[in-house]
């Protein structure tokens, strides 16, 4: 991935959005800086190597789920917060979904794409101005973790706030499981565009055709 000038765009890149999430100017939820990151030139899907497609493809299924997730706790607040077969079995699908998919996915980008990129950032001065440790790649694993205890919060939530006999509390409860719930899609959906748009551009830049198939190796 390169500016105008060939050089890879070390203020308009994934750091840019490390700092800004450290600072207290940005939500992680603010959309028209973090969708529209300036000068940012993406490589195209048939453009990346095999092992960074294959991650694309799963981040596919994960869009799907995700849509299916959000489209049932919308429902769910519509309908007052009671559950019918629809939303049951959209819910269930997701958190399956999250615990046979999303580990596999997390576990082949943290052990195998992610230290590598994290070492090359550090090399090329990717990384944020008051913390040189931290990179691009310390701001994905951190959503990984958070991702995570959201969903085991909502998964909570849910069982908690069926069982309890005040409507009040009960309100309460499934009003918190839907915005964590919600946070979750928002969250995972800035996450995929970041890899796919930045973070894997950059793999394409920075990585030697050696070092992918050593990466390839280790799947």
Known sequence: MTNKSGNLPNEDSIIRFVEKENSDELSPMDPPDAYYPPNITTV???KLHPFLQELVDEHKTFAKALHVFEE?????RSNGWIFNHEINAGLKQFFNFF????PT??????KILFPLLHQKFIETGERNSKDPSYTGI?????EHLKVAQAAAIVFNFLGIGSRLPDNRSQEITFEAAFEQGI???E????????????????????????????LTLRE
């Not at 996915?105 to 943290?110: D, F, P, S, Y």
């Not at 995972?188 to 920075?206: T, V, Y």
């Open 44 to 46: 195209s899907y048939d």
């Open 72 to 76: 049932s706790l919308i429902n769910w």
């Open 183 to 185: 946070a979750i899609v």
């Open 105 to 110: 996915h997390n576990q082949k980008e943290e």
């Open 187 to 214: 969250t995972m959906k800035l996450h995929i565009f970041r890899e796919e748009n930045i973070l894997f551009s950059q793999a394409m830049q920075l990585f030697t055709t050696f070092e992918f198939e050593k």
């Open 138 to 142: 310390s701001l994905m694993e951190d």
């Open 99 to 102: 615990d046979e998919k999303i």
